[in-house]
């Protein structure tokens, strides 16, 4: 059978290939390695993604039962990714490694690239802000070929798998009716209009003096830095805060060794917090570059929950079901659950001895930013979902219209790839919209508002973590007694937060 391995074998395998990969991905992530090399990794295990072995897993999968068939289609699906990353990896090192090595020059001073984002969010000058954000453009423009070029080797390469269409491989890995989601999204936009025009607006049009439409997307990076003052949210407050919260529900970070956190400044670290699941649930790195502010709360405490799910792992699942998700938005359910911690009112009295006015200032104006992210990425996915189905559309065009038309602000049409993130990630996020108002609302009527600081609670919540990567989203939707996809629950959730914060 030329070395055919059998599915436990290449499960095994895949695990060990898992780990090299995280583990390089973070080193040139967080600035420790100029440059990634994914592609040697892929190499030195590129039998798994061979034809003869994927279609060997896929025999065993078509004959197996039960969760046996779940665990064999999570790996195949794995496997035709990796048959993809095979093929794309020296593309992949290239536009990471372009990214992080890229400089603009505004003002005579220089700024690499990944500076810029997080150096627009801290100026108060608006101008400079948007000379920052043409920086950006400069470079995102003169990388746009790359970006391309890596989107046809991915689509040139699930051809060869016999997937014509991109969104057809993702539907099938995800299990999602993008046409159907796509009426959803629309439905959500049309329900969140009029709330976001009243009071979105009417914050744009008091923190900047200008109004909502036709304002430069410059100004959101420092509009989500500075909903509050900094000094609500010290810096030396964010990981005591994170530890006694995860204490009252029955969490001792300082126990869980398995967590490492990576906390330092270095110029060339991706600004955007993440998580890195190396080996779930033994090795978990959470990966944060601290601006200052609210914002390094929420992003911290976002990535706290990835890190908190794949920590509390049950380690007797299979590898599948432990890191081999069907999506993100089961994990970024998660994360939206501990990153609105930092939002609630009662815990922002609760931890960070805010006054009632204070937290009720936090919480409107962070209804306000999720709102508008909401409707942001509402926006980025009709316009990824035509962009899939309809090649010919004009998309930067498309990109930029579609957010001008939604959320009001003027976004570079230059960014319609390097702001589109792989595999339909932007639905991901949506999902865990849904579904996090939903969760949220089975733990306030099961445990109460405070329900972040009991026990039980905090045990109820283990739970749904130690299912692993096993359930999809709606699974976790379904299994607290919500329907999936709730346009009018969401809508409410919404309604709520801005009411109930005095907007």
């Not at 289609?73 to 090192?93: E, K, Q, T």
């Not at 939206?336 to 009720?360: C, G, K």
Request: glycine share 6%.
């Amino acid at each position: 059978m030329n070395n055919i391995k059998t599915a436990d074998e290449v499960s095994a395998a895949l695990e060990r290939a898992q780990y090299e990969m995280s583990t390089e991905r973070r080193l040139a992530r967080v600035g420790l390695k100029q440059r990634q090399e994914l592609a040697p990794i892929i190499e030195r295990y590129s039998d798994l993604y061979r034809p003869e072995q994927i279609e060997a897993v896929n025999a065993e999968r078509g004959a197996a039962q039960g969760e046996r068939q779940e665990e064999l289609r999570r790996l195949y699906f794995a496997l035709l990714d990796g048959y993809v990353d095979a093929r794309a990896a020296p593309i992949y090192d290239e536009v990471v490694t372009s990214f992080a090595t890229a400089t603009a020059t505004v003002d005579g001073t220089s700024y690499p690239f990944h500076a810029l984002a997080p150096t627009i969010s801290s100026t108060d000058d608006a101008a400079l802000r948007e000379r920052l954000l043409d920086g950006m453009v400069q470079v995102v423009t003169t990388l746009n070929p790359l970006l391309s070029r890596q989107q046809e080797v991915i689509e040139t390469a699930l051809r060869e798998i016999g997937f014509d269409r991109y969104i057809d491989f993702v539907a099938a890995a995800k299990r999602v009716d993008y046409a159907a989601f796509a009426a959803t999204i629309s439905r959500t936009l049309e329900a969140t209009q009029s709330l976001y025009r009243r009071y979105v607006g009417a914050w744009i049009q008091a923190e900047l003096g200008r109004p909502l439409d036709g304002t430069s997307s410059a100004h959101t990076y420092w509009l989500r830095r500075n909903q509050v003052p900094d000094t609500l949210f010290p810096a030396e407050k964010m990981q005591p805060a994170l530890r006694r919260s995860l204490l009252d529900m029955g969490i001792d970070l300082d126990r869980q060794t398995q967590i490492h956190i990576d906390a330092e400044d270095r110029p060339t670290k991706n600004p955007r917090a993440c998580v890195f699941g190396a080996r779930v649930p033994g090795e978990v790195h959470l990966i944060i570059k601290p601006t200052g502010g609210k914002g390094d709360y929420e992003a911290f405490f976002h990535e706290a929950g990835h890190a908190e799910h794949f920590a509390c792992t049950d380690p007797s699942l299979p590898f599948a079901f432990r890191a081999l998700q069907s999506s993100m938005a089961q994990l970024e359910l998660f994360s939206y659950l501990m990153q609105n911690l930092v939002n609630d009112p009662l815990w922002l009295q609760t931890y960070l001895d805010l006054s009632p006015e204070q937290a009720a200032l936090v919480s409107y104006r962070s209804a306000l930013n999720d709102l508008f992210m909401l409707r942001r990425y509402c926006a980025k996915y009709l316009y990824e979902y035509e962009f899939f189905t309809q090649p010919a559309v004009n998309a930067p065009e498309l990109y930029a219209g579609n957010l001008r038309r939604q959320v009001g602000f003027v976004y570079p049409a230059a960014f319609w790839q390097y702001d589109r993130d792989p595999a339909f990630y932007s639905a991901d996020y949506l999902r865990a919209w849904f579904g996090h108002a939903q969760v949220l609302a089975a733990l306030q009527e099961r445990f109460g508002s405070r329900w972040w600081a009991d026990a039980e609670a905090g045990a109820y919540v283990r739970g749904l973590w130690q299912q692993g990567v096993r359930p999809d989203i709606e699974d976790v939707v379904q299994q607290v007694g919500a329907k999936p996809w709730d346009v009018e629950a969401l809508l409410g959730y919404y309604e709520q937060r801005i009411t109930r914060a005095g907007g």
